[in-house]
């Protein structure tokens, strides 16, 4: 991983205390292969409720907690609820400020209200919010200034820039101190992508964050100059082998910071193997060699040329091994591995009209006629009003 940049010695002088943060994002709760219950249980172990993680004073939640809409009556809710409940009691009794930040449309959904909601039956004070717009918050107990930036699919980044901007005008201030961005940077995506249109500047966020900027989105963790992306919390994908988990940094007063990105060591597994050119009695062999150094939740994909025997093998692979998830990938002997741009791809998503949903899908059909900046400003505060009345 690439290093990480350092802040101008005239933004460590702006400083006025330690500060202890922690950062992650794509949970995707609700994913069909990675079970909630297996990444309820890693959150638990990365957040114990233990004098380590009471050092901690701000906890960011950066967007796509949910993979999708779930019904009340899904068998996952009532354990994300009291996932919720753990992490806003844990944050009350060790006074840390938690942020959740509004992901993907698609994705969340506007589902993260819900932890408004637990707080509100809590019946204790605890510093949380759930971030759904463009905004600048100033966290006196901190002493610091956030922008948050959540997932705007239906807007060209330009406009989204220009939000920022008008956010930082009416809060009076040039730049913050800290981002919490859900989203992606140009850098994440290689130059002939057609998609590099829709990403975010480095250049211009940098030149507003004093320190760090923390972003979701992209799936795999990386670097760059300051900012640090957390990649998914756990693996969701074939082709997502490297490590999962979340970033912890200690930023301190005189600028010697310290980062360290915590393994999700409980991630789900996923294997892929290459069967091309095997025989069946060799690609056999190394199903069998593989599984045994694999746990019993892991997910397998077979690899292998179309009418290979292996892959009408399948049914006994499954028998033998019941214990694992199985899926197959059949290609051509020409073949050239393209990798996967994970939530920039195009897809068929099912749309569910809500008071929460209802605003962003008439504000994306408007972005097609290309309002101007005005109409788009005035639409959103009718269609805002309309929905609040």
Known sequence: MDQIGRPSAESVARRTRDLKVASFSDVHLGHPTTSSRLILENLYKAFPDNAKTGELDLILLGGDLFDGSLNYSDVDIGEIERWMYYMLNLCHRRKIVLRCLEGTFSHDRGQGVNFTKVAAMCGFEVDFRYVKNIEVETIQTLGITMLYVPDFTTAEVDRIWKEVQQALARTGVEAVDYCNLHGAFSYQLPPIAKVQSACHSMERFLSIVRNYIWTGHIHLSSV????????????????????????????????????????????????????????????????????????????????????????????????????????????????????????????FAEVEITPITVVPLLLERLQRRHPTDAVYRRATEILTELVNS
Do not use: M
């Open 224 to 347: 760059y100059d300051r900012i640090l992306c957390n990649g998914s919390f756990d693996r969701l994908n074939h082709g997502e082998e490297a490590p999962k988990g979340h970033w912890e940094a200690l930023i301190r007063q005189n600028g010697d910071d310290d980062f360290v990105f915590v393994v999700n060591e409980g991630a789900k597994l996923y294997k892929s193997l290459d069967c091309t050119h095997l025989s069946l009695e060799d690609a056999l062999a190394l199903i069998d060699a593989t599984v045994a150094t694999l746990r019993s939740d892991s997910a397998i994909r077979i690899v292998a040329e179309r009418g290979d025997p292996i892959l009408h093998a399948l049914a006994r692979v499954r028998k033998e091994h019941p214990q694992f998830q199985w899926t197959t990938k059949s290609v051509e002997v020409k073949d050239i591995q393209k990798h996967l741009l994970v939530d920039l791809r195009g897809e």
